[in-house]
């Protein structure tokens, strides 16, 4: 099997890609003699300091195999790699104000996803995610032809108050972990997706579901078209259909 994944991301109206505090990669890596393709994507929290920098060393923690179910339950590589968060912040000329919100500690979604063959049989792939916050994944099927959203199951599950990682974090609970595990196939389709844009994407699919399934251009086209993706989500805003925040999907089609 092979995979092809894209990364789009549309920041608040008004905001500038740079002000963007969503986070999303995929890399594929030898492990165990075999290939595993991983993929993350994490959701900074607006209100604290830095969220994006920690976004960023939480995906590319996971990809690098740092973060997984086990390593978050123990909880020494929140203190390690928070510790690259505090590198990046540490400046003598921070003034007093912004000192006291590095004091809080910065927090982000995060959601991955392994990709590979789990057996002896390279035809037997499966997909295991994990998954800290309300970032979501959603699944189409070609053998079943719906969405399975993980790991909220309804539009109205989302809050404004969700569990998220900290640099100050300790060891996270293992009930606020979400994880699953299922075989794929070819033709499947898997979306990673920050709150904003869930939330309306699973409204969406529950009202009108090919309405869904063309929303994400690359479900029809086989290359992301980037502009129609930002044109559509500029006129959800306008409609007052989904929140105005950040808004990033990844999407990875087996082939």
């Known amino acids: 099997m092979e995979i092809e994944w894209e990364y789009i ?7 500038r890609d740079d002000e963007n505090e969503d986070s999303g990669s995929a890399r594929e890596s030898k492990h165990a003699h075999k290939n595993i393709f991983r993929a993350a994507i994490a959701d900074g929290a607006t209100e604290s300091i830095y969220s994006k920098a920690w976004a960023n060393i939480l995906v590319e923690s996971f990809l690098n195999r740092k973060i997984h179910e086990k390593s978050l339950i123990r909880g ?3 203190e390690e790699i928070s510790a690259n968060w505090k590198t990046i912040t540490n400046s003598p000329e921070i003034p007093w ?53 993980s790991p909220q199951k309804n539009f109205t599950d ?16 293992k009930e606020r972990i979400s994880r699953r595990k299922w075989k794929i196939c070819r033709g499947d389709i898997i979306m990673l997706m920050t709150d904003a844009l869930a939330c309306f994407f699973m409204k969406l699919n529950s009202e009108d579901p090919q309405s869904a399934i063309g929303f ?40």
């Not at 991301?9 to 905001?15: E, I, L, W």
């Not at 809050?159 to 609970?173: A, D, E, M």
Request: aromatic share 10%.
């Open 9 to 15: 991301s549309m920041p608040k109206y008004g905001n």
């Open 76 to 78: 020494p590589i929140i």
């Open 97 to 149: 104000y912004i000192e006291e919100k590095l004091q809080e500690g910065s927090y982000a979604a995060l959601l991955g996803v392994n990709i590979g063959p789990y057996s002896k049989s390279e035809d037997d792939t499966w997909l295991k995610y994990v998954s800290i916050g309300d970032c979501c994944l959603f699944w189409h099927s070609i053998r079943a032809i719906k969405f399975i959203s």
């Open 158 to 173: 989302f809050t404004s108050r969700p569990f998220l990682v900290g640099t100050n974090s300790k060891p996270i609970p």
């Open 216 to 255: 994400i251009p690359w479900l029809k086209d086989k290359e992301t078209q980037k502009e129609i993706f930002q044109q559509r989500i500029h006129d959800a805003r306008q409609k007052k259909t989904i929140k105005n925040d950040d808004s990033s999907v990844l999407i990875i089609r087996i082939i």
